[in-house]
């Protein structure tokens, strides 16, 4: 019943940007802690930024001062605005969330993963 649902990939030169959004489907609570990971061909899926249901956000070392996440409670919504993009960027960006919903009249919370959104930047 419930998904993730990722917008925003696509592809764009080297220097441009790029906003990447995630919205849970179907009914659910609330949202916990989200984030955006990334994983590149050969390589294994990395956490890209991360954001607390409170606001306090985390960076890998490799998008710092480029990346921003934000997230939107009411909406239970999440964004990760990626500038001054480099080709190594170039790889399928995942979003996950942990939510708390009803399930089987009990209430539970575990992580979901979005399907993932293709970002690809040319040089």
């Known amino acids: 019943q419930v998904q993730l649902v990722e917008s925003g990939g696509g592809l764009v030169q080297a220097g441009g940007s790029l906003r990447l959004s995630c919205a849970p489907s179907?009914?659910?609570?609330?949202?916990?802690?989200m984030g955006w990971y990334r994983q590149a061909p050969g390589k294994q899926r990395e956490l890209v930024a991360s954001?607390?249901?409170?606001?306090?956000?985390n960076y890998a070392d490799s998008v710092k001062g480029r990346f921003t996440i934000s997230r939107d409670n009411a909406k239970n919504t999440v964004n990760l605005q990626m500038n001054s993009l480099k080709p190594e960027d170039t790889a399928v960006y995942y979003c996950?969330?942990?939510?708390?919903?009803?399930?089987?009249?009990?209430?539970?919370?575990?992580?979901?993963w979005g399907q993932g959104t293709q970002v690809t930047v040319s040089p």
């Open positions: 996950n969330a942990e939510i708390s919903a009803y399930i089987n009249k009990s209430f539970t919370s575990r992580d979901y």
């Open positions: 954001i607390t249901r409170g606001g306090s956000a």
């Open positions: 179907g009914s659910i609570f609330r949202t916990n802690d």
